[in-house]
């Protein structure tokens, strides 16, 4: 069974920090790589960031780079998405999802995701 749950979102001022959780069951989460993607209102759901297996390896979307960092524990089947220097384009429903990658795009392997998180940045 496919369980994932986020956690973390909430209402930050242009320039602050979130850090979002995902808590997966070991089933949806062992050997997979992990992402986060966000949906915004009125536009589709795009990637975020992935992380593979090991952590060895991340990968991110151009606009939040080397603003957020994605990580995880394997040991509590858990991902994280550290978000600092948050900007008004920011703001969108967050999901984790467990990601395989297709040429140049991630896609979520499980095609299920959770109920998502919401991040709110006021100006």
């Known amino acids: 069974q496919v369980q994932l749950v986020e956690s973390g979102g909430g209402l930050v001022q242009t320039g602050g920090s979130l850090r979002l959780s995902c808590a997966a069951s070991?089933?949806?989460?062992?050997?997979?790589?992990m992402g986060w993607f966000r949906q915004a209102p009125g536009k589709e759901r795009e990637f975020v960031a992935a992380i593979s297996w090991s952590g060895d390896n991340t990968y991110y979307t151009n606009s939040v780079k080397g603003r957020f960092t994605i990580s995880r524990d394997n040991a509590k089947n858990t991902v994280y998405l550290q978000m600092n220097s948050l900007k008004p384009e920011d703001p969108a429903v967050y999901y984790c999802?467990?990601?395989?990658?297709?040429?140049?795009?991630?896609?979520?392997?499980?095609?299920?995701w959770g109920q998502g998180t919401l991040v709110t940045v006021s100006s």
């Open positions: 999802a467990p990601v395989l990658r297709l040429a140049t795009m991630w896609r979520n392997a499980l095609d299920a």
């Open positions: 070991r089933r949806t989460f062992t050997n997979y790589a």
